[in-house]
């Protein structure tokens, strides 16, 4: 069961979401709120698996909302909604530690995948947005460079780079997706994160 907490303003596709994620097997909205204030004081007591969070918000939004919960919540993974593409505001959400992003008009089973996408260790984003996040991270040292890494860490952590999904990777790389969880593991362990972005984030740096 993925546990998940909606932050969206907008009553119609808050509750929309929330009837959708009740009404699906393998999902429960444990809480949706209109507000990041609200929603700040509430969720560090629930720490679900996913955050919908809207990016923006009336009064704080989504991004500062969430640099404010990510370490209350180390586990928790954050998808960020927006009604455009707007790349500034997507990528900086990425930046701030994002599992991913979708948009509003997304279709609902679409929304459902992607949860299970950030779930299992995914980052759901459309091509452009991944091309100019690792962009933005090869301003740095190269992964190669990081020695605290096995070789097949490095490997792995290019593959999760790129956006690639665990059976993505598995396929590629012709082992067990379980094998690339136990990988994934090790790697934040070794680099004392909790997700994919925060690894790429402690390796590179930000701008």
Same mark, same amino acid.
Not at 142 to 156: A, F, N
Not at 174 to 179: A, F, G, P, V
């Given at each position: 069961?993925?546990?998940? !907490?909606?932050?969206?303003?907008?009553?119609?596709?808050?509750?929309?979401?929330?009837?959708?994620?009740?009404?699906?097997?393998?999902?429960?909205?444990?809480?949706?709120?209109?507000?990041? %204030?609200?929603?700040?004081? %509430?969720?560090?007591?629930?720490?679900?698996?996913?955050?919908?969070?809207?990016?923006?918000?009336?009064?704080?939004?989504?991004?500062?909302?969430?640099?404010?919960?990510?370490?209350?919540?180390?586990?928790?993974?954050?998808?960020?909604?927006?009604?455009?593409?707007?790349? %500034?505001?997507?990528?900086?959400?990425?930046?701030?530690?994002?599992?991913?992003?979708?948009?509003?008009?997304?279709?609902?089973?679409?929304?459902?995948?992607?949860?299970?996408?950030?779930?299992?260790?995914?980052?759901?984003?459309?091509?452009?947005?991944?091309?100019? !996040?690792?962009?933005?991270?090869?301003?740095?040292?190269?992964?190669?460079?990081?020695?605290?890494?096995?070789?097949?860490?490095?490997?792995?952590?290019?593959?999760?780079?790129?956006?690639?999904?665990?059976?993505?990777?598995?396929?590629?790389?012709?082992?067990?997706? %379980?094998?690339?969880?136990?990988?994934?593991?090790?790697?934040?362990?070794?680099?004392?994160?909790?997700?994919?972005?925060?690894?790429?984030?402690?390796?590179?740096?930000?701008?």
């Amino acid at each position: 069961m993925i546990h998940i !907490v909606i932050i969206e303003d907008i009553k119609e596709i808050r509750e929309g979401l929330q009837m959708l994620i009740d009404s699906s097997d393998g999902f429960v909205c444990n809480k949706a709120f209109a507000t990041a %204030e609200e929603a700040i004081a %509430e969720i560090p007591a629930i720490c679900p698996d996913v955050v919908l969070m809207d990016i923006h918000l009336p009064g704080m939004n989504g991004i500062e909302a969430m640099k404010k919960l990510k370490p209350q919540c180390l586990r928790t993974q954050f998808i960020m909604s927006t009604i455009y593409e707007d790349d %500034e505001k997507i990528f900086e959400s990425l930046k701030a530690g994002a599992s991913g992003y979708l948009l509003k008009k997304t279709a609902p089973s679409r929304i459902l995948d992607a949860i299970v996408e950030v779930f299992e260790g995914g980052s759901p984003m459309s091509s452009q947005i991944a091309r100019k !996040v690792i962009t933005s991270f090869q301003h740095k040292d190269s992964i190669d460079e990081v020695d605290i890494l096995t070789p097949r860490e490095k490997e792995i952590l290019k593959a999760l780079a790129k956006g690639l999904r665990y059976k993505e990777i598995a396929d590629d790389m012709n082992i067990s997706m %379980e094998t690339v969880r136990s990988h994934a593991r090790k790697i934040y362990e070794k680099l004392q994160v909790q997700s994919r972005t925060e690894a790429l984030n402690k390796i590179y740096g930000r701008r």
